[in-house]
């Protein structure tokens, strides 16, 4: 134990003498692995791929990648398995403006502008680039907020194209009584935890909020029975 203890000491003092720019970059590298390890960053989309489902999903706050670890991933495998494999997936990450931060969860729309900004772009990427594939949308939390705003931001021929909507921990469930603004009910389904207060108008993070990994299966389901 003691030589374990001194051995994790000296990796530390290691550490600590490097530079700090040099020791940033390895952090960064470290993330970076750690989102392709957990499947937390898909970017088929902007790699040029194209299927007939383009999947589109907005992550949580503070998670890493471009599209978390709660339920984006899982929700992608099982829209992959559902669909016989004809889905690409497809982030709304920190290159595109959403830094999935806190404090914009205050703001008025429960995120910022930047960030509905970056999703309404890779929208209509989608559009424009698989002209012939179904549009699925999703987001968690903060995402949820994220892909309100921006289907309610789509001219009217993009958001035909958008056959399928979940939402996670919808932070904006009770002033959209849940659904999203101008888009069909029957194309939307909203997933709200028993005991989750982001869903009754609060920012209250309480264990039920991190549970929606146990509904991604429905909510692939629901989105390949859309497409």
Do not use: W
């Given at each position: ?18 530079p ?30 194209c ?71 890779l929208?209509?990427?989608a ?38 909507v ?12 849940g ?27 309480t ?8 509904d ?12």
């Open positions: 134990m003691k030589s374990t203890f001194i051995t994790v000491l000296a990796m530390l003092s290691v550490a600590s003498a490097l700090v720019e040099q020791q940033q970059q390895q952090q960064a590298s470290t993330t970076e692995l750690d989102a392709r390890q957990f499947g937390a960053t898909e970017n088929d989309l902007k790699d040029g791929k299927a007939g489902n383009v999947f589109i999903f907005a992550r949580g706050s503070t998670e890493i990648g471009n599209m978390g670890t709660i339920c984006g991933p899982q929700t992608c495998s099982d829209l992959k398995s559902n669909t016989g494999g004809d889905t690409i997936c497809q982030g709304v990450g920190d290159a595109d403006g959403y830094a999935a931060d806190l404090p914009s969860n205050f703001l008025r729309a429960n995120t910022n502008s930047g960030a509905i900004n970056g999703a309404v772009k929208i209509k990427q559009a424009t680039q698989c002209p012939g594939s179904n549009i699925l949308l999703s987001g968690y939390s903060q995402g949820s907020a994220v892909m309100t705003g921006a289907i309610q931001a789509l001219d009217a021929t993009t958001k035909s194209q958008v056959k399928g979940v939402m996670y921990g919808f932070t904006r469930n009770a002033q959209d009584k659904q999203v603004p101008g888009f069909p009910q029957d194309q939307t389904k909203v997933f709200c935890a028993l005991g989750d207060l982001v869903c009754v108008n609060t920012l209250t993070i264990p039920a909020h991190l549970s929606y990994g146990d991604a299966a429905a909510g692939a389901k629901f989105l390949a029975g859309t497409a």
